[in-house]
């Protein structure tokens, strides 16, 4: 059996008619904007207001989009704009309107917890990172500081990274967005040391495995560790390393707590080297 959540791309079902499946999806803001419910107006942002005018083309009252707030489910809803019909001569998108729900929260499996710590890498990889990890149904992300980070990858947007899971979630159907996760300490980056005391502290992370991967040898087959885990366990915290792989001190400490906490294993993808 496979983990879980890296299924539930390939067992998505539509309630809505296949008439509504090609429509494009608008992520909405519970932080900054309304929820989504029946006959409810939900002003758009000025950003979304440019992306449905220019890049969907949704230029007259009445066009059909869809949209989902993480919470609500996902709705048929119909573009509102300001003036006397929109069309070209109106000036900006005002809102949209909720018609009918297409699906429940409840049509994605929401029992998993799928989470990546990472370390930074360059920028292009990192939004094909992003992207990949949010259409495999990962809910929250942490970055992590290691000893051999790359330094022209450090100073990251997180708000810009934000976009990216925004857009992946978009194009990929899914009903929710991931989130960043602050460390013990709020701050936006977490130690290799913040992330081993989390997760064996059963009054935070504790619980769920941490799966660290670990190249030449030094972790168990991931398909054999994943078999394990599965049967008791719905969630999951994977530690990615840098470009440079790990220090030989972050080595030691990954043995030490491997050693003590049984919810932490050292796994391995094979014998090659996977590209950052």
Known sequence: MIFQPFLFLFTLSFNSSSQYSKLPRLFIDLDSQSALQKDSIVLLS??????????LRKKRNGAQIRCFD???????????????????????????????????QSAQNDEHSLTIFFAPIKKPRMKFLIEKCTELSVNCFGVVQTDYTNESSKGLNLEKLSIQAVEASEQSERLDVPIFVNSPSEKSVWTIQEILSYVTCSDNGG???????????????VVSVLKNICKVENNAKFLIGPEGGWSPEEEALFDKYERSHENVHSISFGETILRA
């Open 207 to 221: 619980g769920g495995p941490l799966l660290i991967c670990r190249e030449r040898g030094h972790g168990v087959p």
């Open 46 to 55: 000025r950003d979304q207001q440019h992306y449905v005018q220019t890049v």
């Open 70 to 104: 993480g919470l609500n489910g996902e709705w048929l809803c119909s573009v509102r704009y300001d003036g006397d019909g929109g069309g070209r001569r109106s000036s900006s998108v005002l809102s949209v309107v909720c018609d009918e729900l297409l699906r429940s």
